[in-house]
Every structure is written in structure tokens, then in C-alpha cells.
């Protein structure tokens, strides 16, 4: 038998890093495989060429599995001690890189559609992936089975992603896209 197939999610119910089987439809299961999703959006988007934006976004994905691993492992469970943690200084940092890439960007004055080059659009398509990843991941953390760092993190990183696309598309020299307001009747 390969090592990919087990055959023992055929029946709905898969089995949580640190013992227990819980339903795929199971929030823990959700969240993490939202994380899943999300990291391989940024995949697709670097697939895209990213350039320099390249790297960051490959240390993004690796933390995304360490966020996708902390959400697959119930607290208390013996495996928990021996996973990676979500590190505050992620966000920390994400913000630092926020504040650099402003001063390369163009201030907002009005509201942008997710367009413009490829890298950017895939960008946005990993920031709306990333907020969807968070509004499953809130009840975990309001259940207390998540820490709050987990939430910061994810939001920390949609305001990331947001930015970037910016980037991406003011060092390809297209402009953002703005929204167009419909007339008023």
C-alpha cells in the first residue's frame, strides 16, 4: 500500500496530529485546511514571478505550515509540546515590512479593485483566501482551542498580502485599479 493513500478517511473522519479522530467537517479540520489553501495560493502566486517578492513570500509559506500544524494539534495533546509555535515576532515583522513597502507605494486615495498584473491579482487572490482562513479560525480561538497569536498572525498577514499586490504592481509599472462608483439614481 502507498504511503499517500491509508484509506482510513473513506468513511468522513480523519485523524488530528497528536491522536483523535474527528468528521473533515470538523471546525480544527476547516481551519487548518483553509491554512492548506492559503499556502497554496501564495504557491500559485509565485509561480506567477514575484521577484524580489519572491523570498518573503516563500518564508510566508513556511509559516503558514507551522499555522497549519498548530491548528491540526489539540492543545494538551502530547504532540503539541512537540510541534512549532506561532512566533508574535511574525507579525511583528510583517508589519515592518508593511511600513517599508509604503514608502515605496503610492498613499491610497480611493479604493482598488484586486487587478492588474498576474503576481498582483494572485496576491489578492491569496489576501481574500487569508481573511476567509481567518473568520475559520476565530471560533477556534473564541472556543479557547487557539491562541490569539494565531488570529493576529492571519490578519497581520492579509494586510501583508494586500500591500504586496501594491507592489507588485508599481514595480511592473501598472497602476492599481481604482474602484468605480456606480452613478447615483
Known amino acids: ?6 484509506k482510513t478517511g473513506d468513511t468522513g473522519d480523519t485523524s ?6 474527528v468528521g473533515k467537517e470538523d471546525e480544527r479540520v ?3 485546511g483553509q491554512v492548506d489553501e492559503l499556502n497554496s495560493v501564495l504557491g500559485v502566486a509565485r509561480a506567477e514571478g514575484l ?16 499555522v497549519g500544524s498548530v491548528l491540526a494539534t489539540p492543545a494538551g495533546s502530547k504532540a503539541a509540546a512537540a510541534i ?13 515590512a508593511i511600513d517599508a513597502f509604503d514608502l515605496e507605494i503610492p498613499a491610497l486615495s480611493q479604493f482598488i479593485l484586486p ?17 476567509r482562513t481567518e473568520r475559520r479560525v476565530v471560533p477556534l480561538h473564541r472556543a479557547g482551542k487557539v491562541g490569539v497569536e494565531v488570529i493576529v498572525y492571519l490578519n497581520r498577514l ?22 468605480v462608483q456606480p452613478p447615483k439614481s
Open 84 to 96: 512549532p509555535k506561532v512566533n508574535p515576532d511574525w507579525a511583528v515583522a510583517m508589519e515592518k
Open 158 to 179: 492579509s494586510d501583508l498580502l494586500f500591500t504586496m499586490a501594491r507592489v507588485a504592481n508599481f514595480r511592473a509599472g501598472v497602476k492599481d485599479v481604482p474602484w
Open 16 to 21: 488530528l496530529f497528536g491522536g483523535g479522530r
Open 51 to 66: 521577484g524580489q517578492l519572491d523570498a518573503l513570500t516563500g518564508e510566508l509559506q513556511n509559516q503558514l505550515f507551522t
Open 30 to 32: 476547516e481551519a487548518y
Open 1 to 6: 500500500m502507498s504511503a499517500i493513500y491509508t
Open 115 to 131: 487587478a492588474g498584473t498576474r503576481a498582483a491579482a494572485a496576491l489578492h487572490h491569496a489576501r481574500t483566501v487569508c481573511r
